[in-house]
Structures are given as structure tokens and as C-alpha cells.
């Protein structure tokens, strides 16, 4: 991506000059206004501040004709122009043979690795590949990384500093991170490959309180719900999101968005111990405690007094977790059928912990 430059101008100047420089492909590098009293020297310095490139590695080209550092800009250039383009030459003895194959950055010493303009065309040849031979300065360079994530977005996994902080960073990333092909991978493997780098952001004010990122975020981890502001975490439409993604999300729910009861149905369904979490009246309601238990028999605990005296659901309990049978009530522990349930669940359930 070409950077606008602009060296220190006398106040009022009428003899600025704008450049465009391009490298050798053509593409443009940058667009400088300058003074033509200013040097070509001047100019590389210009260059070497933003893109991270030794002056002494650079030659500007005008016309097919090498310019000097000490020229100055009124010598080069016609009284009338004031507009040149002039090319950017490279003179690392590295340069040529990256560009020729971009496998030889591996190799490379670490300014060459750390060169902005020799990793984006490494990478740009490589379809994203090259960023994982770059140096871990550039690695650290936002449009890098980004330019590297365009070809293939797992490559965010060599970013490097703090860009985990940075908005549009993060963005890209749970943007992949959330997408199907990811989620699946996830649902068929029990994993999804990160790094600590991706949830930096939780350490950002800005971010756990930005709602267009976190929508990007829930949808990669509903968990992350914990991270969010307090007026998020009682935004309704991000709490389905992290919720349809991990029940678990449901305890981070603020207490005013866990009184909705179809929203507790949806949690209780994929994750009944999530009763533990949810209002009082709810821990009461036979219905809902019926469904935490199609998924949990550690639900029971949380049931109110009255439904841990129900016999049909200390049942149910049982047949999903013989140490429920601790949390009935008096009577119940003490009925020999149940008793009996229990025992076998039990058993069942230390043969299914031996089976290899």
C-alpha cells in the first residue's frame, strides 16, 4: 500500500515539488511533496523512516539516469516539473535473489527479513506463504500481516507485538475465527488452533466495549461474553450470538437478559448445569428443570427444594448421575428404588470411565 510523505516545508513554499515513486514492478511505493532545495538524500531519508529501508540501499532512478544523495531537487528536475516519478532500486545483494524465488527469505539476514517493501512482494509472490520467514519486526506491521491474511487468514497466527490490540487486526481475525469452516473444524476436532495473540483485545477498554468487534468475537468464542462491558452483556442480540455459540456464555448474561425465558431454554438445551445460573423462579420451573437434565444430570443440585422432592426427576437425575441421588430430599434418599438406581448408574458409569 503506497504511503503519502511529506518532508518539512518552509512556511508559505511556492517551490514544492510532488514525487511518485515506484519500484521496479511499477507498482507505487510512495507520493512525497518536497522542496526543490531539498536533496535526493533527503528524499531516501523520507523513505527509510516509513518503510524501514538503510538509505544506503536505496538508488533513485530518473530518466535512466542515477541520481546522487547530494543533487539537489531543483538540479534534477526541469524549472517546469512539479511532478516527477522517479524508481526506487533496491541494491541489497539479497533483494535479487528473493525476488526470484521468495523462499530464499528464510535465509536472509534480519534486515532483509524486516524490509517492508521485500516482504510485501515476497508475500504477494508467495500467496501469504513468506510471512513465516519474515523478521519478527515486520511481523508486528499491521498492513503486513494483513496483506498476508488476505491470501490465506490462518497465516494470522505469525503476528507478532501488540497488533492484538489493534481494531482492524482483531476484526480479520475473528472474522476467520467465526467463520464455518473454522467452526467446524472446531466442532470435528474439539480444538481450534490460536495463540495468546488473538486475545489480547480482552486487555483493550476500547474493544470490550466496541459492539461491532465483539459481534466478531462471540461469534468466534461466546465466552469472550465475560470480557464485555456491562451494557453489552445486556444487549440481547450479542447475547444470542455468544450463547448460540457456548452456553456456557449464559452465566456472563446480565442478570435483567437471564430472566428471559426463552433465552435459558436455549442454554438449558445444550447445557443443563447452566441452571446453576439462572434466577431463582427459573431453578423452580419443572419445565426448564426438565430440560437442563436432558443434558445434565448435574442440573439436579440446582433445582429448587420443592422439584429435588419430585420423584420422576431425582429419576432422570439418576440415570444421567448416580451422585445426584445426594441432593433429593429426605424421603427420597431414602426410597429403595431409587436407591437402587442410583447404584447401577453408578456402576455404569465407572465402567464407561475404564472403557479405553
Keep these: 500500500q503506497a504511503r503519502t510523505l511529506r518532508l518539512d516545508l518552509a512556511p508559505g513554499s511556492a517551490m514544492a515539488v510532488e514525487l511518485t515513486i515506484r519500484g521496479l514492478s511499477g507498482n507505487v511505493v510512495a507520493t512525497l511533496t518536497a522542496e526543490r532545495a531539498q536533496t535526493v538524500s533527503h528524499v531516501k531519508q523520507?523513505?527509510?523512516?516509513?518503510?524501514?529501508?538503510?538509505?544506503?540501499?536505496?538508488?533513485?532512478?530518473?530518466?535512466?539516469?542515477?541520481?546522487?544523495?547530494?543533487?539537489?531537487?531543483?538540479?534534477?528536475?526541469?524549472?517546469?516539473?512539479?511532478?516527477?516519478?522517479?524508481?526506487?532500486v533496491l541494491v541489497d545483494p539479497w533483494l535479487e535473489g528473493v525476488s526470484k524465488d521468495w523462499k530464499c527469505l528464510r535465509k536472509a539476514p534480519p534486515a532483509t527479513r524486516n524490509n517492508r517493501l521485500v516482504v510485501l512482494e515476497a508475500?504477494?509472490?508467495?500467496?501469504?506463504?513468506?510471512?513465516?520467514?519474515?523478521?519478527?519486526?515486520?511481523?508486528a506491521d499491521r498492513d503486513v500481516i494483513l496483506a498476508a491474511m488476505r491470501h490465506s487468514p490462518e497465516l494470522y497466527l505469525h503476528a507478532k507485538g501488540d497488533l492484538g490490540l489493534d481494531r482492524e487486526f482483531a476484526c480479520a481475525t475473528m472474522r476467520y475465527l467465526a467463520s464455518p469452516k473454522v467452526a467446524a473444524r472446531a466442532q470435528r476436532t474439539g480444538t481450534v488452533l490460536q495463540r495468546a495473540i488473538v486475545w489480547s483485545w480482552v486487555c483493550s477498554e476500547e474493544l470490550c466495549a466496541d459492539r461491532?468487534?465483539?459481534?466478531?468475537?462471540?461469534?468466534?468464542?461466546?465466552?469472550?461474553?465475560?470480557?464485555?462491558?456491562?451494557?453489552?452483556?445486556?444487549?440481547?442480540?450479542?447475547?444470542?450470538?455468544?450463547?448460540?455459540?457456548?452456553?456456557?456464555?449464559?452465566?456472563?448474561?446480565?442478570?435483567?437478559?437471564?430472566?428471559?425465558?426463552?433465552?435459558?431454554?436455549?442454554?438449558l438445551r445444550s447445557k443443563g448445569s447452566m441452571l446453576a445460573h439462572a434466577p431463582p423462579h427459573f431453578q423452580a420451573d419443572r419445565e426448564l428443570v426438565l430440560l437442563a437434565l436432558q443434558t445434565s444430570g448435574d442440573a439436579f443440585r440446582y433445582a429448587s427444594e420443592e422439584l429435588r422432592a419430585d420423584r420422576e426427576l431425582v429419576l432422570l437425575a439418576l440415570q444421567r448421575d448416580g451422585t445426584m441421588l445426594q441432593f433429593a430430599s429426605t424421603d427420597l434418599r431414602n426410597d429403595p428404588e431409587l436407591s437402587k438406581a442410583a447404584f447401577f448408574s453408578l456402576r455404569l458409569q465407572g465402567r464407561q470411565a475404564r472403557r479405553p
Excluded at 532512478?61 to 538540479?75: A, C, G, K, N, T
Design 212 to 267: 461491532e468487534f465483539l459481534m466478531l468475537a462471540l461469534a468466534a468464542r461466546g465466552t469472550a461474553l465475560t470480557h464485555a462491558c456491562e451494557e453489552l452483556r445486556n444487549d440481547s442480540e450479542l447475547v444470542w450470538v455468544a450463547v448460540h455459540q457456548d452456553a456456557c456464555a449464559y452465566q456472563y448474561a446480565s442478570l435483567a437478559l437471564r430472566e428471559d425465558r426463552l433465552l435459558t431454554s436455549q442454554a
Design 46 to 88: 523520507a523513505l527509510q523512516a516509513s518503510y524501514n529501508i538503510a538509505a544506503s540501499m536505496q538508488s533513485l532512478v530518473l530518466d535512466m539516469d542515477v541520481l546522487s544523495d547530494s543533487d539537489p531537487l531543483d538540479r534534477v528536475l526541469a524549472p517546469e516539473d512539479n511532478n516527477a516519478e522517479l524508481t526506487l
Design 123 to 139: 508475500i504477494e509472490r508467495s500467496k501469504g506463504e513468506a510471512i513465516k520467514f519474515a523478521g519478527e519486526e515486520i511481523r
